[in-house]
């Protein structure tokens, strides 16, 4: 039965709904139905779609009591919003939903594991919330909270395990047809682990051992974990608070971290033999994946930064966070690549494209706009020319703004900058990350859709994602070259189809 929480919530976001134009979303990436979204939830396949749900507090564009969201898609790209799924309205969640997962049962309901909040009084006075993991049964649209949640809690943890901070449960199905479960937690030593359980049947839930500990290695605690695996090799992401910069890894304090190495399943042995960053640049937290009906396995990640929350929600009040483009992941030399999901080519309208274009200064192409499209650059030096020292390219460009992605080859260092896309905050406006090039070439991909950027280097080598709220007229491209550059570009706009 639906609570009376859930009624009212539902009913907001449909009248709020109404009041946001088409042209104020992204195009082809999901956006909070109305208010506020963070983490992505639940990212599934289930009954014929993709179902997304999402961190979300539909009465503020900023973070609130958290719901879940919910919308479902064919394709990846155009996304339909159905009711919320989950309101914090229960004992145990009171005090918010917080992220999970979902997945299907063999009976073919639908399964949604989540962690519940509930704030306590501590002896000095301060409120920490007590974190458990709870259950909630549904169609693909209505769920029912299971009647014997939390199914985890603090009686599951091991000493010197917090309560405080054990969340966002990710499942999967095992090939013998039992569950396993990866959580965030954090040790008595304050940094960060990954706990593993196991169920027989989804509901029952046993713990089993610390699939990794973090050791005061990469931040401290980790949240929204996932673990698969890919090419051959397991991958677990994870999602670290407070991270110290390592070279030009891990820049963004509450940053992303994937690891990659071997599984041993008989004891549940996970070794990490290589890790690096998910993301290079501004806007990218929390990411999840799901196994595509062809074997794909697809990441999407909250395309925003916590300390950058503050950018935008004066100035749009009835709606803040989007999601990143679906990518395809692969491993490949002991490294994570990502592209973007093949389904995005459906969407490119005819190209304008332009070969060995010489850069000196800056230029102009005919064509070469717009705040939806998908542009291809490979750059090199001059025929016969020295290496040059650097080669931009800025986007999103008017009189008055711009968005810039730089690099410099005797440096190695790409850059995005954001500084003078239209902020009048002093927040983090500028990502740089190395990248391997030979002698100065270098392939780009760059992904715009309204408010945002996503760079993918080399074939998908490394990302770069920003987010910027730029008037919308404010579609120009040019090009800038200190020394001589051969260019290769291609542009195709990006149709609403």
């Not at 820049?251 to 071997?262: E, K, S």
Request: net charge negative.
């Amino acid at each position: 039965m639906t609570s009376q929480t859930l009624r009212e919530a539902r009913k907001y976001e449909e009248a709020l709904e109404q009041r946001i134009q088409a042209d104020e979303r992204p195009a082809f990436h999901l956006s909070a139905r109305a208010g506020w979204m963070n983490d992505p939830n639940g990212f599934s396949w289930y009954q014929g779609q993709y179902h997304m749900f999402y961190q979300y507090h539909p009465y503020d564009s900023h973070w609130g009591p958290m719901h879940w969201g919910h919308a479902v898609s064919k394709d990846l790209l155009h996304w339909e919003y159905l009711p919320a799924a989950l309101a914090p309205d229960a004992p145990y969640d009171k005090d918010g939903c917080f992220s999970g997962s979902a997945i299907e049962l063999a009976d073919g309901r639908q399964l949604l594991m989540y962690t519940g909040v509930v704030k306590e009084q501590q002896k000095n006075g301060e409120f920490l919330e007590v974190q458990t993991q709870c259950l909630a049964v549904g169609n693909g649209v209505d769920y029912e909270k299971y009647e014997k949640n939390p199914v985890l809690d603090e009686k599951d943890l091991q000493k010197g395990f917090s309560r405080f901070d054990f969340r966002d449960p990710k499942i999967w199905k095992k090939a013998d047809g039992t569950y396993g479960c990866v959580i965030g937690n954090r040790p008595a030593d304050g940094s960060g682990q990954v706990l593993l359980f196991q169920s027989p049947d989804g509901f029952h839930w046993s713990y089993v051992k610390v699939l990794c500990a973090n050791n005061s290695r990469f931040g401290m605690m980790w949240e929204c974990p996932d673990f698969f695996t890919l090419d051959g090799h397991q991958v677990l992401l994870t999602s670290p608070q407070d991270m110290l910069p390592q070279g030009f890894e891990y820049h963004n304090g509450n940053g992303t971290l994937c690891l990659i190495g071997d599984y041993e399943e008989k004891t549940d042995t996970f070794t990490a033999q290589h890790s690096q960053s998910i993301d290079y640049g501004i806007d990218f937290y929390a990411p999840q994946t799901v196994l595509s009906l062809d074997g794909r396995r697809i990441m999407i990640g909250w395309m925003q930064n916590w300390d950058t929350c503050g950018l935008r929600t004066s100035e749009h009040p009835l709606w803040y966070g989007q999601m990143s483009l679906p990518r395809e992941l692969s491993v490949k030399n002991g490294r994570l690549y990502q592209n973007p999901v093949r389904e995005l080519h459906s969407l490119r309208g005819a190209g304008v494209s332009y070969k060995q274009v010489p850069v000196t200064g800056t230029v102009h192409l005919e064509g070469i706009k717009g705040r939806r499209i998908d542009l291809e650059l490979l750059i090199r030096p001059g025929e016969g020319e020295r290496l040059y020292r650097k080669f931009a390219v800025r986007f999103a460009q008017d009189e008055t703004y711009y968005t810039s992605l730089s690099f410099r080859p005797e440096e190695s260092v790409l850059k995005i900058d954001r500084k003078f896309s239209g902020s009048r905050r002093a927040i983090i406006h500028q990502r740089r990350c190395l990248v391997n090039h030979t002698n100065g070439c270098l392939k780009l991909r760059l992904i715009l859709d309204r408010f945002s950027v996503e760079v993918f280097v080399n074939d998908g080598e490394q990302v770069m994602t920003a987010t910027m709220y730029t008037p919308k007229e404010a579609d120009g491209i040019s090009f800038l070259a200190d020394g001589a550059v051969c260019m290769d570009v291609v542009n195709y706009e990006l149709i609403e189809r």
